[in-house]
């Protein structure tokens, strides 16, 4: 038996997956620059930190995008070997550890219907639904992929070493029609500004970034209160199930929880937080966390989505704020009119009254 960590997304109403140790980086969608020789399936160009980053979506692989690309879009970037593509979907979900002796070699006419099947290595039936598993090996060394980018970096590093107009001139040709017109015909200025914004970040190299560095957050509520916990830390997104209590154990103690062989205790932070607790039941949702070696599951009224906020927009607590939350809390920081609250995780499991013991 082998387990492997995937990465799973949506594209499409349709679930897929990709092994972990092969993303590199997630940030919400840019805009891209459309080029005019590039293959059928690739929308554009990024210039993500000096490097040539072709952007493919999987719906294009059948002639026909379902949808136009919104502001809430993720690039999800992966790298097989010294290559690397951005995938734009709709939708990051959760990290899930399936075992590969159930995965399922046949592709069903749903997926195939979308994307070449030669591009799937497996389909892993789930009790949620079927979530295709992506070979990005076969995604990268398509031939037309492989030759757009070799040709395009090559002529992005004569860019750099002479910039003459001769040079110049062999640049990639961009397209006439502009990455609104094909693929955001109903961005609005306003949501226009923020694509470039956000290529202009992605432009800047790693160690130039600093204080506007884009944080992934898991975003999180409690009851009319929302949380971000720092996607690093998360490991998984799941419902509770085979709860077991645990006799004489502190209140923030749920009990602890099966999950495919494995098992970890709930913990609830709500005490903690001067939230009101609410009981926790099977079927709940639940954030299973890592911070350093400890693992242990935190139940959630619901968990919203997955969104990057930059360092520098998170503030300080005020100082009207209680001790213990100045403890536990990083930070406040603007999320969809409300308020988001960064949380601490590594203080919370480590100090305190909550203090969990570290896996033995």
Known sequence: MENKQFLTFRVCDLQYGIESVLVQEIFPLPELTPIAEAPANILGILNWRGKILPMIHLDFYEGHLGQDCRLSDFVIVVQWEDLQIGIVVQQVNELLELDTEFIETGVPAIFSSHINTALITGVAKLDSGMIALLNVEALIHQETLLTFIWNTQIQLDMMSESPTDKIYQAKPEVSNTSFYDLYCSGATPKE??????????????IDSLETTTPIPLTVIRFGDEYFGVNLELVREITCIRNLS???YSPKHIVGNMHLRGEIFTLVDIRNILHLPVTLVTTGSMAVVVQVDDIVAGVPVDEVLELI????????????????????????IAPFEGKMLSVLDLAKIFTKGEL???KAS
């Not at 226009?192 to 190299?205: G, S, V």
């Not at 009207?320 to 536990?328: G, R």
């Open 192 to 205: 226009r500004a923020t694509f470039r914004q956000r290529a202009e970040i992605y432009k800047q190299p």
């Open 245 to 247: 209590p645990i006799p």
């Open 308 to 331: 990057y906020i930059n360092s520098a927009d998170i503030t300080p607590l005020p100082t009207t704020a209680s001790t213990t939350n100045k403890l536990y809390l990083r930070g």
């Open 355 to 357: 203090a969990v013991k």
